[in-house]
């Protein structure tokens, strides 16, 4: 994930989105939780600045039969660590914009896409899936009979 977001004439800021991490149903049944680190380089009236944010969002699993595919919807960041503190205010008014890029990201583009050359398993699962049950751990996608 790759973004310029901000108020324009305000405050602008390019985000690089890294090292995105996931943990399925262990926090919260049914969500799977993501977190990664953002690299932002902010524009403002007090000139170019840079800072880290260490992100943790929370999204729910869905599972698009026609598609093949596991889109995380709703995405929220529940939690933004800000390095420098320094930057912690302009990153405060700028994360209600990440929090809306993000989300529109991830409801668009999926999470993954199921295979036909990949596994047998996946071949399967793509022909006969039904939807998605989120388990401490794992997605399982149930098949049809």
């Keep these: 994930y790759e973004k ?3 108020v324009a004439g305000l405050v602008n800021a390019h985000i690089l989105l ?3 991490n996931s ?12 977190t990664g680190k953002a690299k932002i380089n902010v524009t403002s009236l007090f000139g170019p600045q840079e800072a880290d944010m260490q992100l ?11 598609q093949g595919a596991v ?11 800000v390095q420098p503190e320094k930057m912690a205010a302009v990153m405060k008014s700028l994360t ?4 809306q ?3 529109s990201y991830f409801n668009q583009k999926p999470a993954y896409v199921l295979s036909v050359d990949r596994s047998k398993g996946e071949a399967l699962a793509k022909k006969f899936a039904k939807g998605l049950q ?4 794992q997605l399982v996608i149930p098949f049809t009979q």
């Design 4 to 6: 310029d977001i901000g």
């Design 18 to 20: 890294t090292d995105l």
């Design 23 to 34: 943990q399925i149903g262990r926090e919260e049944p049914d969500r799977v939780t993501l």
């Design 56 to 66: 943790k969002m929370k999204a729910q699993p869905v599972f698009d039969a026609q």
């Design 71 to 81: 889109y995380l919807r709703d995405l929220e960041i529940v939690d933004a660590q």
């Design 96 to 99: 209600p914009y990440l929090n």
């Design 101 to 103: 890029s993000l989300k």
């Design 134 to 137: 989120v388990e401490p751990g």
